[in-house]
């Protein structure tokens, strides 16, 4: 089992930075990528950014140049930095974990975008 635990939501104005963090527990020697999801109520849940333990990252196209996820295997946790936000990125944001042939989940964060 790995547990997964996310902070570093909150209200931020467009333009503004957010650090989001996920602090893994439990199995983590099991686990092979990393990842962050984000899901706006009435849309399906996309990902957002991913890393694996070979450091391979991937981003979907409306977050390059602005988010960069890294991780730190010292802390078991993996960082989603966030630059110009825009309103559209407003979403519930998930962290997610890959072991074996099981996935899981945090609870998500919310991060709002606003004036």
């Known amino acids: 089992q790995v547990q997964l635990v996310e902070s570093g939501g909150g209200l931020v104005q467009p333009g503004g930075s957010l650090r989001l963090s996920c602090a893994a527990s439990?199995?983590?020697?099991?686990?092979?990528?990393m990842g962050w999801y984000r899901q706006d109520p009435g849309k399906q849940r996309e990902l957002v950014a991913a890393?694996?333990?070979?450091?391979?990252?991937n981003y979907v196209d409306s977050v390059k140049g602005r988010f960069t996820i890294s991780r730190d295997n010292a802390k078991n946790t993996v960082y989603l930095q966030m630059n110009s936000l825009k309103p559209e990125d407003t979403a519930v944001y998930y962290c997610?974990?890959?072991?074996?042939?099981?996935?899981?989940w945090g609870q998500g964060t919310q991060v709002t975008v606003s004036t």
């Open positions: 439990g199995r983590i020697s099991s686990i092979y990528a």
């Open positions: 890393i694996t333990s070979g450091n391979y990252t």
């Open positions: 997610h974990a890959v072991s074996g042939l099981d996935d899981y």
